[in-house]
């Protein structure tokens, strides 16, 4: 009776012990697809179904994740989250791929390289589509990268960035497309020329600086000559103005001075009139005539026709008037 109680308890531990290891396997195979996550599920060894976010029981010894035996120190290692690759991020990843050699149209080498941002679509595709999809890529780009630079000259390549950035999507996007990869846009990073090239590019953009300078310098001397031009032009023109100004000034002064004069000898020849002045006031008005026509300088008198019989008068005024200057003389 006491060997019996020995062997039930060594059965009753056993099976506690493998009841434990039961449910050790069966919590171990239960797996939780966070966001934004696939997991590619095979099932002996054949694709079975892939599992979106949520729980999923994994059949232990007969279903399993992905996995190509990829190393974790290649290259996929920096872009895939685990060492499977059944473990699939479906989140937009980038890829910075080392510099490589490119030989330009014009055979000038230089190294440039490129950013790629990718996105995976097709979880299965991605597992199965190709060994180590990152490392394809990378090679696809370089050989893509080197046939488009092969069909431009070195100023076409420094130039043409946008250009290039879409061939190389487009063709990286089709050829990808089979194995769940869409490569959203490529961004060539840095071109590097050979240090000669480098220095000779910045000779050449030394000299065109200065070419512009010497432009600008000149052009600045023009124009300020110009207007100094202009302003003395403009100065004379202004003097002229103001000199035609100034004498129409004066004339229409003298204008109006003897219009003036001739109104108011006109205004006093009228209100003689109407007074009704005799002979004796008219002869009076003609000798004091004959005395602003004198002004001691006159040497010549032209006498009316009415006034001949002053002319004996007006004589002897202008030899009165004439003798003082021969006496000077």
């Known amino acids: 009776m006491f060997i019996l109680s020995n062997v039930g308890q060594t059965l009753l531990i056993g099976l506690a012990v493998i009841a434990i290891i039961i449910v050790i396997v069966v919590i171990a195979n239960i797996k939780i697809v966070s966001q934004t996550n696939a997991y590619v599920i095979e099932r002996l060894g054949r694709y079975h179904r892939t599992w979106d976010t949520g729980v999923h029981f994994l059949v232990p010894f007969i279903d399993k994740i992905a996995d190509d035996g990829v190393s974790t120190t290649s290259i996929a290692a920096r872009n895939v989250t685990s060492k499977k690759i059944g473990i699939v991020n ?10 490589q050699p490119v030989i330009t149209k014009d055979n000038v080498t230089m190294q ?12 299965k595709a991605y597992v199965y589509g190709v060994s180590n999809p990152i490392r394809a890529l990378d090679n696809l780009t370089t050989t893509t990268l080197r046939n488009i630079m092969g069909d431009l000259d070195l100023d076409g390549a420094l130039t043409s960035r ?30 590097m020329p ?14 065109e600086r200065e070419r512009r300078e010497a432009i600008l310098l000149a052009e600045g001397e023009k124009r300020s000559n110009i ?23 004066e004339a229409e002064g003298q204008a109006e001075s003897i219009l003036k004069i001739n109104q108011a000898t006109a205004e006093g020849l009228r209100m003689i009139k109407e007074a009704g002045a005799d ?4 002869t009076l008005k003609a000798y004091e005539a004959l005395g602003v026509m004198a002004d001691g300088k006159a040497t010549k008198i032209i006498v009316p026709s009415n006034l001949q019989g002053l002319a004996g008068l007006a004589t002897s005024l202008k030899e009165i008037i004439t003798d003082p200057v021969e006496n000077k003389k």
Request: hydrophobic share 40%.
């Open 162 to 191: 946008d250009v290039v950035n879409s061939k190389m999507r487009q063709i990286l996007d089709e050829a990808t497309d089979p194995w769940g990869i869409k490569v959203i846009r490529v961004e060539v990073k840095n071109i």
């Open 279 to 282: 002979e004796s006031v008219l």
């Open 227 to 249: 207007l100094k031009a202009e302003g003395v032009k403009e100065s004379e023109i202004l003097r002229a103005e103001a000199k035609k100004e100034a004498l129409i000034k």
């Open 194 to 207: 050979p240090k000669d090239i480098r220095d000779a590019m910045e000779k050449q953009m030394r000299a």
């Open 90 to 99: 479906l989140k937009e990843q980038v890829c910075d791929f080392d510099p």
């Open 112 to 123: 440039i390289d490129t950013v790629v941002y990718y996105q995976i679509t097709d979880p």
